[in-house]
Nanobody
Framework: QVQLAESGGGLVQPGGSLRLSCTASGRIVSINAMGWYRQTPGKQRELVATVTLDGSTAYADAVKGRFTVSRDNAKNTVYLEMNSLKPEDTAVYFC????????????????????WGKGTLVTVSS
């Protein structure tokens, strides 16, 4: 009853920029933390950046100073601004929503621990 949809992936040259967006849909009351993870073939999914309801952020060391995570609580949307992209940033990027408070179809208040989007591919190549 809570779904995440990412957009904004694509092909970009090294040194370029991309902006990813992810919107959570459903009868959402609040989302504690939203963020981005990425995964490459044969590797585990890894944290890229997260932002909490009060705006606190956290970043993987590999992206600090290059990526910026932000969110619009009114739109239940999280963004990832990626600058100075490197070939090693190539991955499928997944949106994550943690600790979601929402209403069910019968308007009962419910809590969900973790939700994932389907992923969007970012390819950094010349």
């Amino acid at each position: 009853q809570v779904q995440l949809a990412e957009s904004g992936g694509g092909l970009v040259q090294p040194g370029g920029s991309l902006r990813l967006s992810c919107t959570a849909s459903g009868r959402i009351v609040s989302i504690n933390a939203m963020g981005w993870y990425r995964q490459t073939p044969g590797k585990q999914r890894e944290l890229v950046a997260t932002v909490t309801l009060d705006g606190s952020t956290a970043y993987a060391d590999a992206v600090k100073g290059r990526f910026t995570v932000s969110r619009d609580n009114a739109k239940n949307t999280v963004y990832l601004e990626m600058n100075s992209l490197k070939p090693e940033d190539t991955a499928v990027y997944f949106c994550n929503a943690d600790s979601v408070k929402y209403y069910t179809d019968t308007y009962a208040l419910n809590y969900g621990m973790e939700y994932w989007g389907k992923g969007t591919l970012v390819t950094v190549s010349s």
